[in-house]
């Protein structure tokens, strides 16, 4: 540990950290197994930051660049055990065999500990994800107590496993599209409309208000509301509890926060940009309904004008159209295709394009988000950092902030701000690449 005793007071990661994943389909399946397959030694944790990344600290000519894991105190993954809600009774591994996701070479190894993973009954409404149905479903008189055994089960889930620590990630389906409303507006009006059954809470939101209520901090992987309202911000400020969101940045968005930064950054304008995707897992039917597809081509959409800043540089992007399709096509599985057409101009307004064809794997590219998020969430908390943790926005499309604030999308600025946020927490001086003092 770096500096140790000079940082922020982080209270270490000894124990067991229990891992709370609602939703086991494909993207949880998937880091399950490949957090095993890597306990186990078959595999690496390829596109995990918090356990193959480096961190520089202090100058360059200090050449000190530790993994991030050795700068501040993360959960190690021997000390992780997993729990999941499904309306799906499969267990993790029937799960991730219908998912289709890792073949059998690798899903094969890891059966026994995916076998040992049962959902528990979980808190669904199919208004709300009109394309999934399933029986592993609580009854409640009322959306307050749903999440009152949601909370039951988070202390049962707790205290039969001895963990020391949890932290839940929201790893579901893409809810239908909603927008704020007063029951949002605060905590006292939000538990007052689960107890009236009120439409605009969704089940997202009674995960989310299950865990802060338990202290259990939460990550948001989907574009719902979710955390994102003032009574969520308000249950974590008051029960001292991280929360982020929202919606893993995977495969398209990715590689939007990618190269929209590097037009910008060389001031080329931009007439338009064109997004197709089509994929056939279990998200991509969802998103086949028009309410779920809404809420993601929102989360979607935004980067480009938060990146760009066309009122800042009309001349380049005032004028640009922006579009984004998300078509279901069963026989593409989970491998995801994002297609990409880029109308670009430069020097005296001359044309130019890039196309971009990008064949991802969704749940490949989610799974160590889904890891880091855990692992960071759990080192906020013991960190005593509560509430919105905007330093996360690296791994996510559409970042929460203050009220106030407009979202950081470029994640090359992303990137800098979650390592200087490592720094901070271990005592060590921010970089800020100026390097005036080599050359005095």
């Known amino acids: 540990m770096s500096n140790e005793g000079q940082g922020r007071d982080i209270q270490p990661a000894d124990g067991t950290l229990g891992i709370l994943l609602v939703g086991l389909g494909a993207v949880s399946t998937t880091t399950i197994a490949g957090v ?41 993954l021997n000390d992780v055990v997993f729990g999941a809600w499904d309306p799906i009774s499969d267990d993790a591994y029937d799960s991730a065999r219908n998912c289709g996701v890792l073949r059998p070479e690798d ?13 528990m009954p979980a808190v669904f409404d199919k208004a709300y994800v009109k394309k999934l149905d399933g ?18 089960d988070i202390r049962e889930f707790k205290e039969k496993n001895g963990c020391d620590r949890l932290s839940m990630v929201w790893a579901a389906s893409t809810e239908v599209f909603m927008k704020p409303s007063a029951v949002h507006d605060s905590l006292e009006s939000f538990e007052q409309a689960m107890r ?3 439409p605009a809470i969704a089940p997202s939101m009674i995960y989310a208000w299950a865990a802060l209520s338990e202290g259990v901090p939460f990550a948001n992987g989907a574009p719902n509301l979710t955390v994102d309202i003032p009574a969520m ?13 929202k ?16 037009l910008k ?50 001349d380049l992007y005032s004028h640009m159209y922006h579009k984004v399709r998300i078509n279901y096509y069963p026989p593409r599985g989970d491998n995801k295709e994002g297609w990409d057409n880029i109308d670009i101009f430069g020097w005296m307004g001359y044309p130019m394009q890039i196309k971009i064809d990008f064949l991802c794997r969704d749940s490949i ?65 921010q970089i800020t690449h100026l390097g005036v003092e080599y050359y005095d």
């Open 233 to 245: 911000v308000e249950l974590a400020k008051r029960n001292g509890v991280p929360i982020a969101g």
């Open 135 to 152: 029986s592993n479903v609580k009854q409640g008189k009322n959306k307050y107590d749903l999440g009152e055994q949601l909370r039951a």
């Open 36 to 76: 095993e397959s890597i306990r186990r030694g078959l595999t690496k944790p390829i596109g995990s930051l918090t356990q193959m990344a480096t961190i520089r600290l202090g100058k360059r000519t200090e050449h000190r660049s530790p993994l991030i894991k050795d700068v501040v105190p993360l959960a190690d």
């Open 365 to 429: 590219l989610a799974a160590p988000i889904v890891l880091d998020l855990a692992l960071f969430m759990d080192l906020a908390r013991r960190a005593g950092m509560s509430g919105i943790q905007e330093w996360l926005s690296f791994y996510l499309k559409a970042p929460q902030v203050a009220e106030g604030l407009y979202p950081e999308h470029d994640i090359f600025i992303q990137h800098m701000k979650l390592k200087n946020t490592l720094r901070w927490l271990a005592g060590e001086d």
């Open 247 to 262: 919606d893993f940045k995977t495969g398209q968005t990715l590689m939007k926060t990618i190269i929209a930064p590097g």
């Open 107 to 119: 899903l094969e190894p890891v059966a026994d500990f995916l076998k040992s993973i049962k959902p």
């Open 196 to 198: 009236d059954d009120d």
């Open 265 to 314: 950054t060389r001031m080329l304008g931009l007439n338009g940009w064109f997004s197709t995707n089509i994929l056939g897992n279990r998200d991509g039917e969802v998103l086949d309904d028009p309410e779920s597809f809404k809420t993601k081509e929102e989360s979607k959409l935004g980067a480009l004008e938060y990146i760009l800043q066309p009122e800042m540089y009309p």
